[in-house]
């Protein structure tokens, strides 16, 4: 009867080390992945102290390239406060697998019964499945907010995208001025032709009148006379048209000077906003590297922290 007991006892205290020893392994694990973080923060930490020094060497540049690394020191804060709560959640769960291994320990030097310690251990083994699937379905919720921000991103026109679609514009809006002043100019050119037409129209039904009268007029005094006057009068007609002609010629040659000197305004204008355009496209050009840049170490510092998440989720999970 003594040896079946012994037995027994050897059957029970072997699970117990099993389970003593895997928890010892957990604890180590996450002691392993806290160095593991404190070991990317340092590298963070370093690269933008890296980054500090290039922008004090930049003189001229130190202001907008300030300015840039906001959104890295942004991401660098978020990136130590998620990891403040990442290693205050893994001294919670060290403390707690600490406690278990403690608790482990006193049952087993206690010689609890088999069948308690069984029940136990599967109560602890259902509690880490629902800690671990409560941690999937989290990590299943930041991957899923993560997405709806990065297609936001997409959805966001870059500044190349803005300077094509901003050209594109411009040459539109050229093309409609073009159109405009073709249309404007046709019209102008209607409008004189009809004068011009009505001018000749009138000059003839003149000369028709003239030619009609003339004969009868010429044989009298009187007629001599109204021919003379009428003749006069048609002359000072003529004069005051051509008078009020060469008024509106001036008035014309003045706008033409005005806008002569608007459009040498105009073209000196568009060369400085040539020169302006292709500084502003260089800086875009610039801020396009910077972001790429810094979204590429944005991204392998989120993927390494979902890494050591998903780890550490598979190492609560074994």
Do not use: W
């Amino acid at each position: 009867m003594q040896q079946q007991h012994d037995d027994d006892t050897n059957k029970v205290t072997r699970p117990e080390e099993e389970e003593l020893q895997s928890a010892r392994a957990s604890v180590e694990t996450l002691a392993a992945n806290l160095d593991n973080l404190n070991q990317r923060k340092a590298d963070v930490l370093n690269n933008l102290e890296q980054l500090r020094e290039r922008l004090n060497k930049e003189g001229d540049v130190t202001h907008s390239g300030v300015q840039k690394l906001l959104p890295l020191l942004k991401s660098v804060k978020d990136f130590e406060s998620e990891e403040s709560v990442l290693q205050s959640d893994y001294d919670v769960k060290r403390t707690e697998l600490e406690a278990e291994v403690c608790n482990l320990e006193e049952k087993i030097s206690a010689g609890m019964d088999s069948e308690v310690l069984c029940k136990d251990l599967d109560c602890l083994l259902s509690e880490s499945l629902e800690r671990l699937n409560a941690a999937k379905k989290e990590l299943a919720a930041r991957l899923r907010a993560v997405m709806s921000v990065k297609r936001k991103l997409g959805e966001v026109p870059t500044q190349s995208e803005l300077i094509q679609y901003e050209c594109g514009f411009s040459d539109l809006n050229a093309h409609i001025q073009e159109k405009h002043r073709q249309t404007r100019k046709y019209y102008a050119t209607y409008n004189t032709l009809l004068e011009i037409k009505e001018l000749m129209l009138k000059e003839t039904s003149l000369l028709n009148s003239i030619s009609s009268q003339f004969q009868d007029a010429i044989t009298t005094t009187d007629g001599r006379t109204k021919l003379i006057d009428s003749m006069e009068g048609i002359v000072k007609g003529s004069q005051q048209k051509l008078q009020k002609i060469e008024a509106g010629l001036q008035q014309e040659q003045k706008g033409f000077d005005a806008l002569k000197k608007r459009y040498a305004a105009a073209m000196a204008e568009q060369r400085r906003c040539y020169s302006l355009l292709k500084a502003f496209q260089e800086e875009c050009a610039k801020n396009e590297r910077l972001r790429g840049q810094t979204s590429v170490e944005n991204a392998t510092a989120a993927s390494s922290i979902a890494e050591t998440f998903k780890h550490q989720c598979i190492t609560i999970d074994s």
